[in-house]
């Protein structure tokens, strides 16, 4: 009877095939930090920033075909290289793309910036004596740091900031050299002549700032370029 059915299979040219499975390996999660810290080193090239990755975050025991592997992080464009980022692993094997895998990452970054030695309330002038430059986290100055103590001194705080705070750029303003009410000399020249006309302020500025003058011969308001504390140019 099996002598039959071997005869019957063989003249029906019928083949029965069994496929073994295809190997898989899960992918090791230092091979994804390995990768992370490849592109962290590259974006954050010259910076002098000191990084930590504090938070790595993939799905677990996630397996792939055996082979050769080629892993791509994906980063969305406007990220500064520092807090947190949801990102995209790209999982290549053979030349194949097998999976695309969600990650969030946290990265802390300490660099050297500017710091408040005593509390600095909201209108203080800064000196030199008011500021140290120290290591701190950057997601303290949320991503804008006051990076050198040229930037901050002479310029005066928008709010108050308390001692052992690194400064942020969006914090200081410029002293006005004139104020609005103030009287100043009003300068317009060409190449051929120069005119100069007492004006009065409407609003304040410090040096190279636009604002608002009144002519006192003519009483119109025209804008005009802050020179120094007496003076502004018109026309520019």
């Not at 209108?123 to 103590?149: C, I, R």
């Not at 001194?153 to 705070?165: E, L």
Request: proline content about 5%.
């Amino acid at each position: 009877m099996i002598g039959i059915w071997l005869v019957v299979l063989l003249l029906s040219g019928s083949v029965l095939c069994y496929a073994a499975p295809a190997a898989t390996v899960v992918l090791p999660e230092k091979e994804v930090r390995a990768v992370v810290e490849r592109y962290l080193a590259d974006k954050l090239a010259g910076r002098g920033w000191q990084t930590s990755i504090s938070r790595l975050s993939l799905p677990q025991g996630v397996r792939v075909p055996a082979g050769i592997r080629d892993l791509e992080l994906i980063v969305p464009a406007g990220w500064g290289g520092w807090g947190p980022v949801s990102a995209a692993l790209m999982v290549r094997v053979n030349g194949v793309l097998e999976k695309n895998l969600p990650i969030r990452l946290q990265v802390d970054a300490r660099t050297k910036m500017v710091t408040a030695t005593r509390q600095l309330l909201a209108g203080t002038v800064l000196q030199e004596q008011d500021l140290t430059v120290e290591l701190q986290d950057l997601a303290k100055a949320d991503g804008v740091p006051v990076m050198n103590l040229q930037d901050a001194v002479g310029k005066k705080t928008r709010v108050t900031v308390r001692a052992g705070a690194p400064l942020k750029n969006t914090q200081l303003a410029n002293v006005p050299e004139v104020v609005s009410g103030q009287l100043v000399s009003m300068i317009e020249e060409n190449e051929r002549q120069r005119i100069t006309v007492t004006g009065r302020a409407k609003s304040s500025g410090a040096v190279g700032d636009l604002i608002r003058v009144q002519n006192l011969s003519s009483n119109r308001e025209i804008p005009a370029r802050v020179v120094d504390a007496s003076t502004v140019q018109v026309g520019l």
